[in-house]
């Protein structure tokens, strides 16, 4: 980072070009911190196709400064190393040509130390930039930098939920960060809350950062409709498996079955059989699996099939956004540095669902689909969300691995109905 940032004249007190400067110097420090438990070896393995090494992660949102701050809007701005552009581009396809996502482990060069000097390097020019620029360039690229903020956030969750797979697929099940969280008795009765008929607006309206995904607003018609007064747990999950969930192809959806049956799941991921007892890989090692806790990473053809075992369903984005909107964003996040879903821990209240947000994300019965009116943002930014709303569920609420500063009750998650290793989970619905 530049020296002596807050000494620079060009930074009043609580300007916007400060409070946009600060906000960049925090999440790139706090991509940083996560990596702190990591060995140099650690931050090198791609153990499947989705997980992406913790090293292109850092170096991922370092170029995503680069192309479309620095070489966009500073003048002269030159990379580091001409080729950082090929191997660390994701899927912006307008941008260039780049590295194929599968084999982004075998790439042994840029080596950590290097990509950490890249990071530098970048930090460097895009504070000095900042401090320099003419008040009429900071409005044009303050938006871009803002979504470089939000972007580097979904890769610290991606680094925490890759490093988990990594690290899972080690026999020796190593600890990531020691945690030892509380056990707790199973939590009150499942409730249901009921929510009425109405004509809803739905999606993001007014000030501040969102993504072109969650917009427009427009109205949506929605059933009266119940939902649960919490999420599921693993107690209540494990009646599920004990009950033959996973051999009954009458609870599950016809691609879900063949996935069922094809990858020979019995459990949730990272879940293991030792000794007739069900353990849990967490990133605090190989613990027995805790009842109170929420269930997660499940996947959506899990979560469907679970819901119907139920006798209920998933609900809706518009239901869950809708029930959403009066409940405080609070709950275990990234912050409190758990990695893990915690217990509910707290009597029930009924007025208004719990853990809507943090502990897991949270499946909807909704395809990632546009919303009436979308359009992509423009240029090659506009390849952020729109490409990918095919053969994808819409996920809600965030998770321990999520920035509380990150989410909304508008936020539109997006995986296919095979994915698990997210910190994904199940809250029930139910027509009333």
Not at 103 to 116: A, W
Not at 188 to 198: G, H, M, T, V
Not at 375 to 385: I, M, Q, T, V
């Amino acid at each position: 980072m530049a020296k002596n940032i807050q000494d620079h004249p060009a930074l009043a007190q609580s300007s916007p070009r400060q409070t946009l400067l600060e906000d960049y110097i925090r999440v790139r420090r706090f991509s940083e911190q996560l990596c702190v438990p990591l060995e140099t070896e650690d931050y090198v393995i791609q153990s499947m196709p989705d997980v992406s090494p913790t090293r292109w992660h850092l170096a991922h949102t370092s170029w995503f400064f680069e192309t479309f701050v620095l070489s966009s809007y500073a003048p002269g701005y030159t990379s580091p190393h001409p080729q950082y552009a090929y191997l660390f581009n994701s899927y912006y396809n307008s941008v260039g040509e780049r590295h194929c996502r599968p084999k982004r482990g075998l790439i042994s060069r840029p080596t950590v130390r290097e990509t950490y000097a890249y990071r530098q390097y970048v930090d460097e020019r895009v504070s000095d930039f900042l401090l320099t620029c003419t008040e009429d360039i900071l409005l044009k690229v303050a938006p871009v930098v803002t979504l470089g903020i939000h972007h580097e956030q979904q890769h610290q969750e991606l680094m925490v939920t890759d490093i988990k797979h990594v690290l899972s697929c080690n026999p020796l099940h190593p600890v990531y960060l020691e945690r030892t969280l509380p056990s707790a008795e199973p939590p009150s009765a499942l409730a249901w809350i009921s929510y009425p008929e109405q004509l809803a607006w739905i999606g993001y309206e007014g000030d501040g950062f969102f993504y072109d995904n969650e917009g427009p607003s427009h109205r949506e018609f929605v059933d009266a409709y119940q939902l649960s007064s919490r999420l599921i747990t693993n107690g209540e999950y494990l009646q599920f498996i004990e009950d033959g969930g996973y051999q009954n192809p009458l609870l599950w959806l016809s691609s879900g079955w063949n996935t069922v049956q094809s990858e020979q799941w019995q459990a949730p991921l990272y879940w293991e059989k030792h000794d007739g007892h069900w353990m849990m890989m967490t990133l605090s090692g190989l613990r027995p699996v805790e009842p109170a806790e929420p269930v997660c990473h499940v996947s959506y053809y899990e979560a469907d099939a679970y819901a119907r075992w139920a006798d209920a369903r998933l609900a809706t984005e518009a239901e869950w956004e809708l029930a959403a909107r009066h409940v405080p964003i609070e709950g275990n996040f990234v912050e409190n540095q758990n990695f893990h879903p915690v217990p509910l821990g707290k009597s029930l209240d009924l007025a208004r669902p719990a853990q809507m947000y943090g502990d897991v994300w949270e499946w909807t019965q909704s395809a990632y689909l546009p919303y009436r009116g979308y359009r992509p943002s423009p240029g090659a930014l506009g390849e952020y969300n729109g490409k990918f709303m095919c053969n994808q569920f819409v996920l809600r609420g965030g998770s321990c691995a999520t920035s509380i500063t990150h989410i909304r009750p508008t936020y539109r998650n997006f995986f296919p109905p095979d994915a698990r290793w997210q910190f994904m989970g199940i809250r029930l619905a139910r027509e009333v």
